[in-house]
């Protein structure tokens, strides 16, 4: 069984920073493509920043040169690097993977910035 298990989150002010991070077990770390989406109250699911299996990121233009994506094969964990983080960043912050037997979340971590 597939499951991904997110930490890291909390209650900081405006440009501090935080480390995410998501733990997969039960699947083979080294040949999947992992995601971080966000979700704000009264908002659609966004996605935050993509890592593939070869390691290579992508970011939305909201974080990139914030936020960066990373991962950790020794550990099958992916983690999210939030720096400079705003009140706009407020959000639950959700680990993904994406398959075509149909995605895997996580729970979600909570992640509010004050101002």
């Known amino acids: 069984q597939v499951q991904l298990r997110e930490s890291g989150g909390g209650l900081v002010q405006a440009g501090e920073s935080l480390r995410l991070s998501c733990r997969t077990s039960g699947i083979n770390f080294r040949i999947i493509t992992m995601r971080w989406y966000r979700q704000a109250t009264g908002k659609q699911r966004e996605l935050v920043a993509q890592?593939?299996?070869?390691?290579?990121?992508t970011y939305s233009d909201s974080v990139k040169d914030r936020f960066s994506i990373s991962r950790d094969y020794s550990r099958n964990t992916v983690y999210l690097q939030m720096n400079g983080l705003q009140p706009e960043d407020t959000a639950v912050y959700y680990c993904?993977?994406?398959?075509?037997?149909?995605?895997?979340w996580g729970q979600g971590t909570q992640v509010t910035v004050s101002s």
């Open positions: 890592i593939t299996s070869a390691g290579t990121p």
């Open positions: 993904n993977l994406p398959r075509d037997a149909g995605d895997v």
